[in-house]
T-cell receptor, first 114, second 114 residues
Framework: AQSVTQPDIHITVSEGASLELRCNYSYGATPYLFWYVQSPGQGLQLLLKYFSGDTLVQGIKGFEAEFKRSQSSFNLRKPSVHWSDAAEYFCAVGAGSSASKIIFGSGTRLSIRP | GAVVSQHPSRVICKSGTSVKIECRSLDFQATTMFWYRQFPKQSLMLMATSNEGSKATYEQGVEKDKFLINHASLTLSTLTVTSAHPEDSSFYIC??????????FGQGTRLTVV
């Protein structure tokens, strides 16, 4: 069965520092992978997605993620975080036809230290 | 991008009553929609897959008689929480699949049962 693991429940980084959020997936075929961000009390915003091709994916708000098949990972990175990046981040894998059935990881809460 | 609208965004209902949540794809047709539930500080859990013109497919552990799903048209799916109880209080999010693309999420509905 498909699953997603986000090992870090909560991460705090200083504003301006770099960020890496970890994600590991389990999927039998080539996965469709996503990163979403959710601000408190809000819906989901898609940061980036990987379907195929270049394993380094660029997203919105300066985020990027790298798909590493050998490690079953899809870590999210940002070179310099801003206070507005504080939110909950979900890694997800798409299952089913067109990868529309999204299975979410448990999420990582990002806090920004002034 | 594709737009998925949920209504209402917030609802408070009395214990024992039923409440209906609508999920609409505004600028595309969606043969398949998905319903998720998110408890406070937790991840999103897939509840069911809603298929236009046929019965919904429920995930293990989700009571189909309690969470009624109707997908009567290609742009509308509804989730009715029947005989709601305080433990049903949660954030409910739908997503809709656009052909040839990934699923798009609504902004969610915060249900509070008092």
């Amino acid at each position: 069965a498909q699953s997603v693991t986000q090992p870090d429940i909560h991460i705090t980084v200083s504003e301006g520092a770099s960020l890496e959020l970890r994600c590991n997936y389990s999927y039998g075929a080539t996965p469709y992978l996503f990163w979403y961000v959710q601000s408190p009390g809000q819906g989901l915003q898609l940061l980036l997605k990987y379907f195929s091709g270049d394993t380094l994916v660029q997203g919105i708000k300066g985020f990027e993620a790298e798909f590493k098949r050998s490690q079953s990972s899809f870590n999210l990175r940002k070179p310099s975080v801003h206070w507005s990046d504080a939110a909950e981040y979900f890694c997800a894998v798409g299952a089913g036809s067109s990868a529309s059935k999204i299975i979410f990881g448990s999420g990582t809460r990002l806090s920004i230290r002034p | 991008g594709a737009v998925v609208s949920q209504h209402p965004s917030r609802v408070i209902c009395k214990s024992g009553t039923s409440v209906k949540i609508e999920c609409r794809s505004l600028d595309f047709q969606a043969t398949t929609m998905f319903w998720y539930r998110q408890f406070p500080k937790q991840s999103l859990m897939l509840m069911a897959t809603s298929n236009e013109g046929s019965k919904a497919t429920y995930e293990q552990g989700v009571e189909k008689d309690k969470f009624l799903i109707n997908h009567a048209s290609l742009t509308l799916s509804t989730l009715t929480v029947t005989s709601a109880h305080p433990e049903d209080s949660s954030f409910y999010i739908c997503s809709a699949m656009r052909m040839g693309s990934e699923a798009f999420f609504g902004q969610g509905t915060r249900l509070t049962v008092v």
